[in-house]
């Protein structure tokens, strides 16, 4: 499947430990920077329908606000209970200062 690179800002924007949300073509996606590496998810707990946005990062593990099941960002799995499957990662490059995100497919 071809690469689709969208640009969705610059990398300096994002503090380490922090990340922000874009939406690219009708879905939303966090992208988080922990340390000097960029990651990026589905905003959406694969529990139930709900924002992961609306929850908080612990090193690269983001937790949903409503349940509270952890998730890895960089492999989307679940880290405990309830939520059972994993949310869908997306790579996130960096060129030049620039962050592009591949929605083309899962990582
Ligand atoms: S909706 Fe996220 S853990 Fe239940």
């Keep these: 499947m071809e690469k689709?690179?969208?640009?969705?800002?610059a990398a300096a924007d994002i503090d380490?430990?922090?990340?922000?949300?874009v939406t690219v073509?009708?879905?939303?996606?966090?992208?988080?920077?922990?340390?000097d590496r960029?990651?990026?998810?589905?905003?959406?707990?694969?529990?139930?329908?709900y924002p992961l946005s609306y929850g908080c990062l612990d090193g690269a593990y983001i937790?949903?606000?409503?349940?509270?099941s952890w998730f890895s960002l960089e492999s989307g799995e679940p880290q405990e209970p309830p939520?059972?499957?994993p949310i869908a990662t997306f790579r996130v490059l960096e060129r030049d200062?620039?962050?592009?995100l591949d929605t083309s497919q899962p990582a």
């Design 4 to 9: 689709q690179l969208t640009d969705i800002g």
């Design 16 to 21: 380490p430990g922090k990340f922000t949300t």
């Design 25 to 35: 073509g009708g879905r939303g996606y966090i992208v988080a920077r922990v340390e």
């Design 38 to 49: 960029f990651y990026a998810v589905e905003d959406n707990c694969s529990h139930e329908d």
């Design 63 to 68: 937790k949903c606000s409503l349940h509270g």
């Design 83 to 85: 939520a059972d499957e």
């Design 97 to 100: 200062g620039r962050l592009l």
